[in-house]
């Protein structure tokens, strides 16, 4: 994209949607539809139709995955947003049981956590999206 400051000094800039992330060709819709689906044992492959062979192996798409699993474990993700919930309505939620988290089968648990947590904030108001790439935008985790 061009950038004309005001002195008329041309700059050249680059803008990156929300939903895809620098140097990396899956979109956060996709991981959102992986992280949702995929359980612990199980081929991205079964769930993701790619017919047109446009990725040659699952390992890009996990990869991806487990960058944004291992960002909403270190950074905690669902804890801030669950705090930021509190301090907006003045009461806690349980998005799930430990017990129940602990019986989940997913491959990618910490993200489905981050998406129910969202979805939770979303019907009460507090959120106005509650996608990845929502999110992605008030904490930046892909960057």
């Known amino acids: 994209m061009l950038w004309r400051k005001t002195n008329g000094e041309r700059v050249y800039i680059s803008l990156f949607p929300s939903n895809i992330i ?10 959102e539809f992986i992280s949702n689906n995929v359980k612990e044992d199980e081929y991205v492959f079964q769930y993701a139709d790619d017919s047109a062979d446009t990725i040659d192996c699952e390992d890009i798409l996990i990869r991806s995955c487990s960058k944004v699993e291992r960002t909403c474990m270190s950074r905690s993700l669902s804890a801030l947003l669950n705090s930021r919930f ?9 998005v799930i049981s430990f017990s129940d988290y602990l019986k989940i089968e997913l491959k990618f648990k910490e993200i489905y956590l981050l998406i129910k947590t969202a979805s939770i904030c979303f019907e009460y108001g507090v959120l106005l999206d509650a996608s990845l790439s929502s999110l992605n935008l008030i904490f930046k985790f892909l960057r």
Request: proline share 0%; glycine share 6%.
């Open 22 to 31: 620098k140097y990396n060709k899956v979109d956060t819709g996709l991981i």
């Open 86 to 94: 509190t301090e907006i309505l003045n009461k806690n939620i349980e």
